[in-house]
């Protein structure tokens, strides 16, 4: 059996997003006609050695969002455990009942729990459209900035309770 080449199953593709947007075809003053000779006309050249590094460049891309990404998910949890600790040791300040104290930290637990399970897939979402984009290391650097910010935050609360 005959397979076509991939750059038809690209241009497949191209179709059927036009297909769907057509009603946005007129807006960069492209016109349908223009676009479909486009699509059939013109062919891609051949894979290059130039290729490998790309791909290889893409691997290594992979590999740093998943390490980075699991090591901000830990930190993500450790900074959730902190900021428990952090209203735990508030309401045991405020000498709030030790059965209070028990309730709202199983509570609290059970949310802070549920926004860092989001969190992990909100993360891991813009980690991982952040490749195609070229934008890797600028996400990285924002959300442990996010982070860093977090922790200066709890351990100055913390340090002003003290």
Known sequence: MIYPHPTFWA??????ELRANLRYAWVGKL???DAFEWIFM???DAPTNHSAGNLWRKILAYAIYL???LALSATGFWLIMEIRKLIVES???AEFSPWAVRGYDQSITFVLGLGWFISLMLIEHY???AINRGRLWHNIRYVASVQAIVAAVIYGI???IR
């Open 67 to 69: 390490l980075f990404w």
């Open 127 to 129: 980690f991982r459209t």
């Open 11 to 16: 241009k497949c593709q191209l179709i059927q």
């Open 31 to 33: 016109k349908r006609r």
């Open 158 to 160: 913390r340090f002003l």
């Open 42 to 44: 013109t062919r891609d």
């Open 91 to 93: 309401m045991i300040m």
